[in-house]
């Protein structure tokens, strides 16, 4: 099993450019979700999907949208990148929705420069 | 509001002697605790969960962490640091809303392990 695999490992973009940020996983979650992590910031969690075909926001959603486009496949668009959007991007999976507690696997993560 | 805190950024330990690093956090309800590591340029990897049960939880890699619910703490502890355990450690607290689950994140907390 690969886990959770994400796409591309590194970006540069200019202002107003657009992109998209691949998530998949193989280990048949329900629950899937983006974080960005900043320095002294912690994980911040942008969207998350509980289930296919449901997205909800997280702290930190301005500037993004998600599809969740089957079990698997978890992606965040960036529209209209901006400098603020500088960062390193994490996706993960998890077991279980509603009242079920599952741990999270992650990605390695994609480092997006935003000039 | 869920929190969670973790005081130190960093904490410098000598191979050989144990380690603590701390956590403390703020949910309405059961807390479900997870503590998780990050090595440089990788995601991040679990570690342990404290969901109920027994205060001491055992996991990875020979760390433990005490559930303390009158402190609302839950330090992890190892009881001889190697350097290769040097990493970031987030604690996290999982919470449920509106019958999804949520999770929020500590800023995290560098251990350097000094030969």
């Known amino acids: 099993n690969a886990g959770v695999t994400q796409t591309p490992k590194f970006q540069v973009l200019k202002t107003g450019q657009s992109m998209t940020l691949q998530c998949a996983q193989d280990?048949?979650?329900?629950?899937m979700y983006w974080y960005r992590q900043d320095p002294g910031m912690g994980l911040r969690l942008i969207y998350y999907?509980?289930?296919?075909?449901?997205?909800d926001k997280g702290e930190v959603p301005n500037g993004y949208n998600v599809s969740r486009l089957n079990k698997r496949e978890f992606s965040l668009r960036l529209e209209s990148a901006a400098p603020s959007q500088t960062s390193v991007y994490f996706c993960?999976?998890?077991?279980?929705?509603?009242?079920?507690?599952?741990?999270?696997?992650f990605g390695p993560g994609t480092r997006l420069t935003v000039l | 509001a869920q929190s969670v805190a973790q005081p130190e950024d960093q904490v410098n330990v000598a191979e050989g002697n144990p380690l603590t690093v701390k956590c403390t956090y703020s949910?309405?309800?059961?807390?479900?605790l997870f503590w998780y590591v990050q090595y440089p340029n990788r995601g991040l990897q679990f570690l342990l969960k404290?969901?109920?049960?027994?205060?001491l939880v055992k996991g990875s890699y020979g760390f433990e962490a005490e559930f303390n619910k009158s402190q609302t703490s839950f330090h992890l502890k190892k009881p001889s640091a190697l350097v290769s355990d040097s990493a970031l450690y987030f604690c996290?607290?999982?919470?449920?809303?509106?019958?999804?689950?949520?999770?929020?994140f500590g800023i995290g907390t560098k251990l350097q392990v000094i030969p």
């Open positions: 404290y969901i109920t049960g027994d205060n």
């Open positions: 993960a999976s998890s077991e279980g929705t509603g009242v079920r507690v599952g741990t999270q696997y």
């Open positions: 996290a607290v999982r919470w449920s809303s509106g019958g999804y689950q949520k999770v929020t």
């Open positions: 999907s509980a289930s296919e075909g449901t997205t």
């Open positions: 280990m048949n979650h329900n629950s």
């Open positions: 949910v309405s309800g059961n807390p479900y």
